[in-house]
């Protein structure tokens, strides 16, 4: 079955730490790839987006995520964490013109 | 540029009754999606619309679920009648074509009891 699986239900990180979230996906072709925020009470907000070209992508509130085909990840990093960025996160995936979701990852930041 | 619009924000209903949500796209964009937010989870689609046709509603519980898109704008999601596994956020998006980034709208928490 086609799907998009994001390993870490919850990850806590210190403020000014690095922080990397994992994604995996299982469609045969590259699809096209997205990383969102969710604040609580609030809609999704798109980070960053890969259709093809430069593997590396860099998106918003300085946010990056790396596709590699050789393993079916494209994994979110930001190098230092705020306070602001505790949020969940979700991966997600084009694929047959479908937008499907990971289960999400909960981001806790601590002073 | 104004974002996508969904109306009411919260609902409480008690179970067997209905109810109906609103959302209005980005101008021009012409696919809408409607997700369900369950409590811990990801969203999932209920139903995407690509202008006013129905591209996938494979997920959709047809017996009690229905949604339109009249004109190829604005949607309505509809339940009836309601579960209390109903309860969720409903989120609505749209994108300027199929496989874009898609932008949401602020969601509406349902509340079966």
């Known amino acids: 079955a086609q799907s998009v699986t994001q390993p870490d239900i919850h990850i806590t990180v210190s403020e000014g730490a690095s922080l990397e979230l994992r994604c995996n996906y299982s469609?045969?072709?590259?699809?096209?790839l997205f990383w969102y925020v969710q604040s609580p009470g609030q809609g999704l907000q798109l980070l960053l987006k890969?259709?093809?070209?430069?593997?590396l992508v860099q998106g918003i509130k300085g946010f990056e995520a790396e596709f590699k085909r050789s393993q079916s990840s494209f994994n979110l990093r930001k190098p230092s964490v705020h306070w602001s960025d505790a949020a969940e996160y979700f991966c997600?995936?084009?694929?047959?013109?479908?937008?499907?979701f990971g289960a999400g990852t909960t981001v806790t930041v601590r002073a | 540029e104004a974002g996508v619009a969904q109306s009411p924000r919260y609902k409480i209903i008690e179970k067997r009754q209905s109810v109906a949500f609103w959302c209005n796209p980005i101008s021009g964009h012409a696919t809408l999606y409607w997700y369900q937010q369950i409590l811990g989870q990801g969203p999932k689609l209920l139903i995407q619309?690509?202008?006013?046709?129905?591209?996938?509603d494979s997920q959709l519980p047809k017996d009690r679920f229905s949604a339109e898109r009249l004109k190829g704008v604005d949607s309505t999601l509809k339940i009836q009648p309601a579960k209390l596994e109903d309860s969720a956020v409903y989120l609505c998006a749209s994108s300027l074509a199929q496989g874009a980034e898609a932008f949401f709208g602020q969601g509406t928490r349902l509340t079966v009891v």
């Open positions: 890969y259709f093809s070209g430069d593997t």
């Open positions: 997600a995936v084009v694929n047959d013109y479908k937008l499907s």
């Open positions: 619309f690509q202008n006013n046709g129905v591209v996938d």
């Open positions: 469609y045969g072709a590259t699809p096209y």
